[in-house]
């Protein structure tokens, strides 16, 4: 099993451009998140989805936008590039039952916004 | 408003010591305290984690103790080994049908040999 898995791993971007992180999990999980990591501000969520066809917003999601059409792929839009979206972007999924309630983390898209 | 307090923001220490994160919560309706574990360039994975029904659980050199009164809760590394240098999170959730994580800012470790 591959996990959490993020494409791309690097990008670099003009302010106003847009594009698209693809987040995949191959552990039926049927929860997902994308968190933005920032120094000194820990793990901001920007958008979650806790179920194929449903997203939610998170504490931060002004300036991005989300879609869950397949329960194993999340992706994460950003449709004009600002530098203040320079960040390390993470998605996570997770299962969760009465006991447990871990989130699997992808390694990451470091994404520098010019 | 930062509903998971962690302090401190770095901690250094030396090898064959104990490492003492802590955090603090306001949300009484929080029902899962877990502790991850992030290296450099990778993401951030589970170590521990405890629910509020028992006060302490240890899984090898890591132990969280809780205290449900105070709204507090603790990362203990026993023995603390140059390897558990990476950063530290603590977090704090809601049963429900959108259960999410709440983060604290995160710990810096750095165990010096």
């Known amino acids: 099993n591959a996990g959490v898995t993020q494409t791309p791993k690097f990008r670099v971007l003009k302010t106003g451009q847009s594009m698209t992180l693809l987040c995949a999990q191959d552990?039926?999980?049927?929860?997902m998140y994308w968190y933005r990591q920032d120094p000194g501000m820990g793990l901001r969520l920007i958008h979650y989805?806790?179920?194929?066809?449903?997203?939610a917003k998170g504490e931060v999601p002004d300036g991005y936008n989300v879609s869950r059409l397949k329960k194993q792929n999340f992706l994460l839009g950003l449709e004009s590039a600002a530098p203040s979206q320079t960040s390390v972007y993470f998605c996570?999924?997770?299962?969760?039952?009465?006991?447990?309630?871990?989130?699997?983390f992808g390694p990451g898209t470091r994404l520098t916004v010019t | 408003q930062q509903q998971v307090k962690q302090s401190p923001q770095s901690l250094i220490v030396q090898k064959g010591g104990i490492s003492i994160i802590n955090c603090a919560y306001e949300?009484?309706?929080?029902?899962?305290f877990p502790w991850y574990q992030q290296f450099p360039g990778k993401g951030p994975a589970l170590l521990i984690a405890?629910?509020?029904d028992v006060s302490e659980k240890k899984e090898g050199r890591f132990t969280i103790s809780f205290n449900k009164s105070a709204k507090q809760f603790s990362l203990h590394i026993m023995d603390s080994q140059p390897g558990d240098s990476a950063t530290y999170f603590c977090?704090?959730?809601?049963?429900?049908?959108?259960?999410?994580?709440?983060w604290g800012l995160g710990t810096s470790l750095a165990v010096n040999p």
């Open positions: 552990m039926n999980h049927e929860y």
């Open positions: 989805s806790v179920g194929e066809g449903t997203t």
């Open positions: 405890i629910r509020p």
């Open positions: 996570a999924s997770s299962y969760t039952d009465r006991f447990s309630y871990e989130q699997y």
């Open positions: 949300n009484t309706a929080f029902d899962y």
């Open positions: 977090a704090a959730s809601i049963g429900g049908n959108n259960r999410k994580l709440i």
